[in-house]
């Protein structure tokens, strides 16, 4: 049975390798650009596992509904 990897090791390798592309090039703003990265399919998939109901998804997120309507703006999420 093949081993499945989890969120953690799937972030971990990926940081790798950015930081190995970037080849001597001193990074800048990596926290902003990980949760940029993240937040959008999280939002994404939430709302879809929630069929659009926000106060569901605000729920299964531990976040208020209104600070999650701002993140469903910012990020152009249509529900």
Known sequence: ??????IPDCI???????F??????HPTN???MVIGIVEKPL???IMGIS???QSKAAEILGLNRN????KLKQHKIDI
């Open 12 to 18: 971990n390798e990926s940081l790798d390798q950015y």
């Open 20 to 25: 190995k592309d970037l080849d001597g090039e």
């Open 67 to 70: 600070t999650l309507r701002k």
């Open 43 to 45: 939002l994404t998939y």
């Open 1 to 6: 049975m093949e081993k499945k990897t989890d």
């Open 51 to 53: 069929k659009g109901n």
């Open 30 to 32: 990596v926290f902003d």
